[in-house]
């Protein structure tokens, strides 16, 4: 008997002198960059959300009190967008991609319920500098760079600006790739230091080396469920405290 579970090779290209392949097998569709699997989807389930610490960046949504404008900074696959639009089907939902070919790929391969969202390819950096954009009650950033941390991961620049495209209860998710503590705690200070009114919840799925911060804009305080849930805490006056093991 064949093995149902053997991968298909639907496209190899090389981006910036990175091996890029989109591969299925009979359960999810994925992109690999270099060999490592880096967006996937369920074929039977294209809305569900596939990786752990994606269940962490949609916490927001389920706290949510009002969601009429989302912003997403990083397309990748489109697996948090295609959640979101399954989620708020009558929110206004903008991505920001740098990458054309990402978002290429994206519509071929990634997009079964062909969504029409407004997908701007440009950088997240430059896009959140602009001031006439009106505010947002989610912003989800999960920005990844496949060699190093992003360039201005730990700019408080980059976050005074979410922040002043944050409504007053807005919410923000930033998916992170930090692998010592001593980054966890410059990323803390910069955090703290744009929200000093807020407590913010970090998390971290086991075997994973992604941090998901979870940052309500004026201090909105989560559900006790997520928050048992914490990797860590931080706050302008309580400081970096963890709550469970790595």
């Known amino acids: 008997m064949s093995n149902t579970l053997t991968p298909t090779t639907l496209l190899d290209i090389e981006v910036n002198n990175q091996k890029v392949q989109v591969i299925e097998n009979e359960t999810l569709r994925w992109i690999s960059i270099d060999g490592i699997m880096q967006s996937a989807m369920s074929l039977s389930e294209p809305n569900s959300l596939v990786f752990p ?4 960046m949609a916490i927001p949504t389920y706290e949510l009190s009002e969601t009429n404008r989302i912003l997403e900074l990083g397309l990748g696959g489109g697996g948090l967008l295609r ?14 991609e740098k990458s054309q070919q990402i978002i290429d790929l994206y519509k071929q391969f990634f997009n079964p319920n062909n969504s029409d969202n407004p997908i ?10 602009k001031q006439d954009l009106t505010p947002f009650d989610l912003i989800q950033v999960d920005l990844f760079d496949s060699t190093t941390l ?12 979410i922040k002043r495209l944050l ?30 009114e807020t407590t913010i ?29 914490a990797f860590f805490t931080t706050s ?11």
């Not at 302008?236 to 790595?246: C, I, N, P, S």
């Open 167 to 196: 409504t007053n209860q807005g919410w923000l998710a930033l998916n992170t790739v930090l692998t010592e503590r001593a980054q966890i705690s410059k990323l803390a200070d910069v955090l703290t230091e744009t929200f000093p």
């Open 83 to 96: 959640f979101l639009n399954d989620k708020f089907p009558k929110a206004h939902i903008e991505t920001v």
């Open 201 to 229: 919840y970090g998390f971290k799925a086991a075997q994973f080396a992604n941090i998901v911060w979870v940052i309500g804009e004026t201090n909105q305080i989560l559900n006790p469920i997520w928050q048992q849930q």
């Open 236 to 246: 302008k006056v309580d400081g970096l405290k963890y709550l469970l093991d790595d």
């Open 120 to 129: 701007h390819c440009t950088d997240a950096y430059e896009f959140v500098k």
């Open 150 to 161: 992003l360039p201005f991961i730990f700019e408080p620049d980059f976050y005074q600006n």
């Open 53 to 56: 610490h994606m269940l962490f």
